[in-house]
C-alpha cells in the first residue's frame, strides 16, 4: 500500500491564482481530512470528510474548497490564492469515523505552497 | 469549539533523563487524546492515543495519562535518547459519534542534549 500521497510536494503561486492540491489514499479509510501548518501554530484544521459525497467544514474553511467523488481521493482547491495561504498542507485519513475502534489518523507527505 | 493548550513550546533535557509534555483541553465532551512525533521537513506521526475512559497508557519508554477532572493529559518519555529529537503535538477530539477533526496543541520543540 502507498498510504496516503499528496501532489505536487512544492507549489509556487501568484496571488489570485487557482490551483488544486491532491490527495489520494489505497487504505480503503473513510475519514479524509485536510489541515494546514504554520510555523507555531499546530495543525488547523480545512475541510473534512466522512464518505464519498460528504463534505463539511473545519476550523479554517475560508478560501479552500473541497469534493468527495470517490472514497480514494480528497481534492482541496484554492479559488483565488493569497499570501495568507502560503503554508504547509496535510491530508490525513482515518478507517472510520471517530469514536470507533480505530482512530488513528494517518498523515500524507504534504505539500509546501508558497503564494507570492 | 475546542481548545487545546501544550507546554512547554521548548524541552531541552538530556540523554537518559525524562521529558514531560503537557497539555490542557477546554471541552469536557472530548474523548480521544493522540500524540503525534514530527521530525523536520517529515510528516506528523502517531506515537501514542488515549482515551477519556482510560487513566493511563504505556508503551515501552511512552506513556500518557489523562485526567479528566482537571482536563489535562500528558507525555512522558524515560532513557530519552537522541532520536527523540522532534516536535510532538498533543490534539483532542469531540466525541458524541460526530466526525470533525483534531484539535491540535501548538507543539513543543523536544532537544536532546548529548
Known amino acids: 500500500n502507498a498510504g496516503v500521497t499528496q501532489t505536487p510536494k512544492f507549489q509556487v503561486l501568484k496571488t489570485g491564482q487557482s490551483m488544486t492540491l491532491q490527495c489520494a489514499q489505497d487504505m480503503n479509510h473513510e475519514y479524509m481530512s485536510w489541515y494546514r501548518q504554520d510555523p507555531g501554530m499546530g495543525l488547523r484544521l480545512i475541510h473534512y470528510s466522512v464518505g464519498a459525497g460528504i463534505t463539511d467544514q473545519g476550523e479554517v474553511p475560508n478560501g479552500y474548497n473541497v469534493s468527495r467523488s470517490t472514497t480514494e481521493d480528497f481534492p482541496l482547491r484554492l479559488l483565488s490564492a493569497a499570501p495568507s495561504q502560503t503554508s504547509v498542507y496535510f491530508c490525513?485519513?482515518?478507517?472510520?469515523?471517530?469514536?470507533?475502534?480505530?482512530?488513528?489518523?494517518?498523515f500524507g507527505p504534504g505539500t509546501r505552497l508558497t503564494v507570492l | 469549539g475546542e481548545n487545546v493548550e501544550q507546554h512547554p513550546s521548548t524541552l531541552s533535557v538530556q540523554e537518559g533523563d525524562s521529558a514531560v509534555i503537557k497539555c490542557t483541553y477546554s471541552d469536557s465532551a472530548s474523548n480521544y487524546f493522540p500524540w503525534y512525533k514530527q521530525e523536520l521537513g517529515k510528516r506528523p506521526q502517531l506515537i501514542i492515543d488515549?482515551?477519556?475512559?482510560?487513566g493511563e497508557k504505556k508503551d515501552q519508554r511512552i506513556a500518557v495519562t489523562l485526567n479528566k477532572t482537571a482536563k489535562h493529559f500528558s507525555l512522558h518519555i524515560t532513557e530519552t535518547q537522541p532520536e527523540d529529537s522532534a516536535v510532538y503535538f498533543c490534539?483532542?477530539?469531540?466525541?458524541?459519534?460526530?466526525?470533525?477533526?483534531?484539535?491540535f496543541g501548538k507543539g513543543t520543540h523536544l532537544i536532546i542534549q548529548p
Open positions: 490525513a485519513s482515518s478507517f472510520g469515523t471517530f469514536g470507533g475502534a480505530v482512530d488513528e489518523q494517518f
Open positions: 488515549i482515551r477519556s475512559n482510560v
Open positions: 490534539a483532542a477530539r469531540i466525541g458524541g459519534g460526530g466526525a470533525d477533526g483534531l484539535t
